[in-house]
């Protein structure tokens, strides 16, 4: 059954019920709503890479912060097409294009990112941005343009928000998720753990995402990647048993979504990630790269589907209403 009214205490009493119990009942659910088989399957391409006005204490893309990325302009829309053909010879079901803004403007910058999502969605992938902040308007122009999903990150509970994010609030980022719902954008919100959060903050996000009527279609579970510069460079590594409870916690409180596996990967074994898809993770990010850092390379994670016996689910599988489905 769905739930938006979990408690606190209930998810907190989930999260820290011991590994066996906690992983039976996750994958006992998950098994109820989802193929266990079956792994959803994204990539991403940065189409506007770093130069980001924002503070986010995470990220090497906020121009305040001396990290090694380069800023790059938004991309021809050629490029992103010849990406596309590639990701979709690679057999993913979903492009996800991310843009170090802080907020979509309504220019030319804006009209090439429509164009770039007609152009994918109409080569058979769903299509999905993640840009910052967007007014209503904006949202149903990507929807009309075929957009499949928008991203657009919680990171933590509102109240770790503001030790981490400086230069936007907790409620600028639901106005957002309010406006992608509305246009009928399938709405992907998750978050970050390992930023020095406390459970009470993780679980505090799922609250918040649990809430949610729907809920999110995706939540993506990023374990930091702590990047040289950035203010949270020298955090510890994730044990990757707190990620597969906050996996555990979020399939459980959130049934019938798709929770994905995200950044922070390439630290972590196939055993831990198997445990991570037990746990009820049934997406993940495949190509070399997330936006800026490095992901685990596309063959090894074929062989980790191949050892596992994961099949990588089909474009389209759930229609929204903004898309029509495209024979590959
Ligand atoms: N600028 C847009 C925004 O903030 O919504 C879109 C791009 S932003 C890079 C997308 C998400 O990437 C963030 O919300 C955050 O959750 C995640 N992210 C960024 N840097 C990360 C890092 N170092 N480790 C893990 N996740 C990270
Ligand atoms: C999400 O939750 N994780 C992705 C995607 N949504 C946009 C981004 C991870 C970024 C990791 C840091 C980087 O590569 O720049
Ligand atoms: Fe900018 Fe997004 Fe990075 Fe924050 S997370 S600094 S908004 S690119």
Not at 87 to 93: E, I, L, Q
Not at 201 to 206: A, K, Q, S, V
């Amino acid at each position: 059954m769905l739930r938006c009214d979990w408690s606190k205490e209930e998810l907190l009493q989930v999260y820290h019920l011991p590994i066996m119990e906690l992983l039976y009942k996750a994958a006992t659910i998950h098994r109820q709503y989802h193929d266990p088989n079956e792994v959803q399957v994204s990539s991403l391409l940065s189409i506007k890479t770093g130069g980001c006005p924002e503070d986010c204490a995470y990220c090497p893309q906020a121009a305040r912060y001396q990290t090694d990325v380069t800023v790059h302009k938004l991309m021809e829309l050629s490029e992103v097409t010849q990406r596309a053909a590639v990701v979709k010879a690679s057999g993913a079901s979903r492009m996800c294009m991310g843009a170090a803004w802080r907020e979509v403007r309504d220019n030319s910058d804006f009209d090439r990112v429509l164009e770039m999502v007609q152009h994918v969605n109409s080569m058979g992938l769903e299509v999905c941005c993640t840009l910052g902040m967007l007014t209503a308007q904006q949202a149903e122009k990507l929807a009309a343009a075929g957009l499949y999903a928008y991203n657009h990150n919680l990171d933590s509970s509102a109240e770790f928000y503001g030790e981490i994010i400086h230069t936007r609030n907790y409620e600028d980022r639901l106005n957002t998720l309010g406006h992608v719902r509305k246009a009928g954008i399938s709405v992907c919100s998750g978050g970050i753990i390992g930023m020095g959060e406390s459970v009470e903050d993780r679980i505090g996000m799922l609250l918040t995402l649990s809430s949610m009527n729907p809920h999110p279609e995706s939540v993506p579970v990023n374990a930091l990647v702590p990047v040289a510069g950035t203010p949270l460079e020298d955090q510890p590594l994730v044990d990757i048993f707190e990620m597969v409870r906050m996996i555990a916690t979020a399939r459980i409180a959130m049934p019938a979504s798709v929770v994905r596996l995200s950044a922070g990967r390439t630290r972590m074994t196939i055993e831990g990630q198997a445990l991570c898809f037990m746990a009820g993770a049934n997406s993940i990010f495949a190509g070399e790269k997330l936006l800026t850092t490095p992901n685990p390379d596309f063959d090894d994670d074929m062989n980790m589907f191949k050892k596992l016996g994961l099949k990588s689910r089909e474009p389209f599988k759930v229609p929204n209403r903004t898309t029509q489905t495209v024979e590959a």
